[in-house]
């Protein structure tokens, strides 16, 4: 919990600090700085839907160093066995070493709330799951790939199947 304080607190300073400093040059035009991207997911087959929808938008300090937010917003169900809704948010902070090569930091909490329909099913959850994200990526113009992993990573709440994620940025 004192970690996620102190990264919130960091990141809003370090924001704040630039925006004002910016703010006093009056040929500093904010919205040029600013790119949008995200994510979607669809995915089905026997029984099975998943659908996720993930906006995110980062601000460019320079060539070199961006900061950004996102949401998250994911749907699955399992006929006769299980739903779940999972909401959350992130805080994204991405630094390209050589214009190639990026890598990146994601703090990101989600709140899930699964509900068993089964007769032999555990209890419905209902808790907050964090997740910090260390990345590295192939970066060309506005498209990064590469993978990340998850150190906070815990088997039994994740909603993810591995600590090791590959991904895929896009910002325009």
Not at 48 to 64: H, K, L, M, R, V
Not at 129 to 143: D, I, S, T, V
Not at 158 to 170: C, E, K, L
Request: overall charge negative; some cysteine.
């Amino acid at each position: 919990m004192k970690f996620r304080i102190l990264f919130i607190v960091i990141f809003c300073f370090l924001t704040s600090s630039f925006l004002s400093l910016k703010a006093q040059d009056d040929s500093f035009k904010f919205w040029d700085h600013v790119r949008f991207g995200g994510g979607l997911g669809l995915s089905f087959g026997d029984g099975f839907f998943s659908g996720t929808i993930a906006p995110s938008a980062i601000y460019e300090f320079n060539d070199q160093v961006a900061l950004g937010v996102g949401l998250n917003g994911t749907y699955n169900s399992l006929k006769n066995t299980y739903k779940s809704t999972i909401v959350g948010g992130s805080i994204l902070s991405l630094f390209n070493v050589i214009p190639e090569l990026q890598f990146s930091a994601e703090f990101e909490e989600l709140n899930v709330s699964r509900k068993y329909d089964t007769a032999f099913a555990i209890e419905d959850e209902n808790y907050w799951y964090p997740a910090l994200f260390l990345g590295a990526g192939y970066r060309n113009q506005n498209f990064t790939m590469g993978i990340r992993y998850d150190v906070l990573y815990d088997s039994n709440r994740s909603i993810y199947a591995n600590a090791w994620m590959p991904f895929v940025r896009v910002y325009f």
